[in-house]
C-alpha cells in the first residue's frame, strides 16, 4: 500500500491453471483484464447505491501491477468474511446474500442479461445469487456498498468447461451482439 493505494502483482506459479487461449498462458493476466471488463460494465450501468474501487492495470518491465483505491474500513479489520455481505470470500463453504446487495445485483444481471441463481454452501443452505457467486459485496465504514472481484461478470466459454480453462469467458462484444 503507498498513498492509500493497493499495489498487487498479477503472479502465476509455473505450470498452474495454464490458460491455452492466450499466447500469453498467464491466467492471472487474463483474470485481471476479466476484472477490469466486469468494473467497465458496472460503471457503465450507473446503479444507485452500487460502488466500485477505482482500479488500473499497469504493465511495468514484464510484470502485471494491479492498482486499485480501498475501500474505507477494510484496513481496521482484518477479517474480510465480517465484512463481505455477497458472495463468497472461502471458497463456497458460506454464501452471503445481503437482501440491499442482492437488490443492486438483479437490476445488474437484468441489464446484462445475466442468470439469478439459487446455490447451496457447504451446509446445505439454498442462497439466491445474482451473478457470479465469487463477487462480493463489501459495505465500507462509509455505508457504501461496494463491489470487487468483477472477472465473473460474463459466462464462462461452453467451448473450455474444464476447469483447466477457468479464466475462458465470453466477452462482453459477444454478449451484446447476441443481445441485439
Not at 510484470?63 to 474505507?72: D, W, Y
Not at 477479517?79 to 455481505?85: P, T
Not at 457447504?122 to 472481484?149: L, W
Request: overall charge negative; some cysteine; hydrophobic content about 35%.
Amino acid at each position: 500500500m503507498y498513498n492509500y493505494i493497493f499495489f498487487s502483482y498479477t503472479i502465476d506459479a509455473r505450470d498452474n491453471f495454464r490458460d491455452m487461449t492466450t499466447s500469453e498462458a498467464n491466467p492471472s493476466w487474463t483474470q485481471a483484464n476479466h476484472d477490469i471488463n466486469g468494473l467497465r460494465a458496472i460503471q457503465f450501468l450507473e446503479i444507485d447505491g452500487l460502488h466500485s474501487l477505482a482500479t488500473t492495470i499497469i504493465n511495468y518491465r514484464g510484470h502485471r501491477i494491479i492498482a486499485q483505491s480501498i475501500i474505507p474500513g477494510i484496513l481496521n479489520n482484518s477479517d474480510l468474511a465480517s465484512l463481505a455481505e455477497y458472495g463468497t470470500v472461502d471458497d463456497q463453504k458460506t454464501i452471503q446474500s445481503n437482501e440491499v446487495f442482492h437488490e443492486m445485483m438483479k437490476i445488474v444481471c437484468e441489464k446484462m442479461n445475466i442468470h439469478v441463481n439459487k446455490l447451496l454452501d457447504k451446509s446445505g443452505n439454498e442462497v439466491e445469487i445474482a451473478g457470479c457467486v465469487e463477487i462480493k459485496g463489501i459495505k465500507g465504514t462509509d455505508k457504501r456498498c461496494y463491489v470487487v472481484d468483477l472477472q465473473g461478470m460474463t459466462p464462462r466459454d461452453a467451448n473450455y468447461l474444464d476447469e483447466e480453462h477457468h479464466t475462458c469467458l465470453v466477452r462482453p462484444e459477444l454478449i451484446l451482439l447476441y443481445q441485439r
